[in-house]
């Protein structure tokens, strides 16, 4: 359906990708992985057609509809949230006006005969024939569902774009994506602001109604849903593998370690062959078989294996002071903005070394709690933390209280304390900060990499309740398992929130659920809970 044709991308002297092709066919559903910097947000955008590659290029049918969502956008703030999504199907009502006013104009012509008249005609008969082949569509009804299945209320629907977070306002350019029913969907990082039940929605519609998709994303377990084949954009090349995620770790891991086998034997014969030029260059009867292996050599194509694994990185917290039993005991707590309540009566104890996760619709409550547990908003209830509490708080804004001033190296080395002192470097390169980038000021930092840098002082500050705050929104995947293992290992008490699943597995022992008004205890992990929500769904719709 869409091919892409000997793509290379070069900027200032450096060349990102190099001869690139491959073909999208028409219901694939496409992973696009690779290591951050690699180019994967490049390709995207220039499938899109946002932006132009150096050589090659993209050839797809004429009337194929491309829709992509960028990882940053703007809406525009003077409509309502229907009017701003009623506009996936502006090209339709576009159309229908056009065939209006060319009927009107043929209505008041009387120049039956003139070209100008057959030429209104045939432009009338193109048009309607491609505005009746539409399949009849409730317009009204196929906004207010996609909306309600990206977490919109009714009542949202007539409040202003302004009034809402970027990720709302994210939420609102991918109903009117799936609205347009785009022969290719291309999606960047689509989840990063998504509760769980708005991630499970989005899935489904992608497998059953979706046609081609490709998509970057760092949540594991949306890319294995929805996915059947994974590209790895690596070193300039793609590698394409008719595999979902997981079966495609398993292929990149035989790939890697052939070419690392591939890579070895070669430098053993270069070692040997060079070792016989040095010996004989001089030597008047080896003139020839110098000479043929020195040409040998030349010609030579080095074998690269793709990237350098990390994995080996450990990082460690460091030890928890002991805190008492309980660290955190909760009763009966409410809290409201005006009329509007966030939740009441909400009571939860937290035993020492525990982990939980707070989970449920974005609004509902799970950073209110958090902010009551700061002490950052009043409230009614009882909250009281317990004996020699020490606490390490993630915020989603977390990013923009780091010292701009000083430089990424600095900011983790005025922190580091014993044995992480020598491994600050180590650190700093598995969070993307190798080289010099670890000189910058934080000032030029993009929101991102602040995220990361603000991830790597947490990690190394004595605590014993640490809140994490949706963690993992900028993190690649080999980054979150470095996290995901250190706070295995942590053994303080933990309170993770986050739409995560894959990140929450193995992690969160126990579920706080916020919604209603009310917030859930759950005492199964984050499986056991989603397989629990999903039977309760079943039941109600039956109901």
Aim: glycine residues 6%; charged residues 30%.
């Amino acid at each position: 359906m869409i091919t892409v044709d000997g793509l290379a991308v070069e900027f200032s002297g450096t060349t990102l990708f190099s001869d690139v092709s491959f073909v999208i066919n028409e219901n694939d559903k496409i992973a696009l992985m690779g290591k951050n910097g690699a180019g994967k947000s490049t390709m995207l955008k220039i499938l899109a057609g946002v932006n132009k590659p150096t050589r090659g290029g993209i050839s797809a049918p004429k009337d194929a509809i491309i829709a992509y969502l960028p990882q940053h956008l703007l809406t525009e703030d003077n409509c309502t949230v229907f009017e701003e999504t009623s506009k996936a199907f502006q090209s339709i009502f576009k159309m229908k006006d056009e065939i209006e006013a060319l009927n009107n104009e043929l209505t008041v012509r009387t120049d039956y005969d003139s070209d100008d008249y057959m030429r209104i005609i045939e432009q009338v008969s193109e048009l309607s024939e491609k505005y009746y082949s539409i399949e009849e569509i409730n317009y009204e009804a196929e906004v207010e569902k996609v909306l309600q299945g990206l977490g919109f209320s009714r009542t949202d629907f007539t409040r202003s774009t302004s009034e809402f977070s970027g990720g709302y306002r994210m939420r609102i350019e991918l109903a009117k994506i799936l609205l347009q029913k785009p022969d290719l969907i291309l999606l960047d990082e689509p989840t990063n602001h998504m509760d769980i039940d708005s991630i499970e929605w989005l899935e489904d519609f992608l497998i059953n109604q979706a046609k081609a998709v490709v998509v970057i994303s760092h949540d594991r377990a949306f890319v294995d849903n929805i996915t059947t084949r994974t590209i790895e954009v690596t070193m300039g090349r793609i590698y394409d593998y008719k595999a979902k995620y997981s079966h495609y770790l398993e292929l990149r891991k035989e790939r890697r370690e052939q070419q690392q086998k591939q890579y070895e034997e070669q430098q053993r014969f270069i070692a040997e062959t060079t070792e016989f030029i040095d010996r004989f260059k001089g030597t008047y009867s080896k003139t020839n078989q110098v000479g043929s292996r020195v040409k040998m050599l030349e010609k030579l194509e080095i074998v690269e294996v793709d990237e350098v694994d990390s994995s080996a990185l450990r990082l460690r917290f460091p030890p928890a002071p002991r805190s008492g039993n309980y660290p955190l005991i909760v009763n009966d707590l409410s809290k409201k903005y005006s009329d509007h309540v966030v939740f009441k009566d909400a009571s939860l104890t937290i035993e020492r070394g525990q982990k939980v996760a707070f989970v449920g619709k974005n609004g509902e409550g799970k950073s209110t709690m958090i902010k009551a547990i700061m002490k950052q908003i009043d409230f009614e209830g009882s909250l009281e933390l317990g004996h020699n509490i020490q606490i390490g708080y993630f915020a989603q804004n977390q990013a923009s209280l780091l010292d701009e001033s000083i430089s990424v190296y600095e900011t983790i080395d005025n922190i580091a304390v014993g044995d992480i002192r020598t491994k600050i470097r180590d650190i700093l390169g598995a969070f993307m900060f190798g080289g010099e980038t670890s000189t910058k000021k934080v000032k030029v930092l993009s929101g991102g990499e602040k995220t990361r840098l603000a991830m790597i002082k947490l990690l190394l500050e004595p605590v014993n309740l640490l809140i994490l705050d949706e963690p993992t929104n900028h993190l690649d995947m080999k980054t979150k398992d470095i996290i995901k293992d250190a706070l295995r290992d942590f053994d303080g008490t933990l309170i993770l929130v986050s739409h995560d699943r894959d990140f929450l597995d193995g992690l969160a022992t126990k579920v706080f659920e916020f919604g209603n008004k009310r917030v859930k205890e759950h005492f199964e992990d984050i499986k056991g809970f989603l397989a629990k929500k999903r039977m309760e769904s079943l039941r109600e719709i039956e109901k």
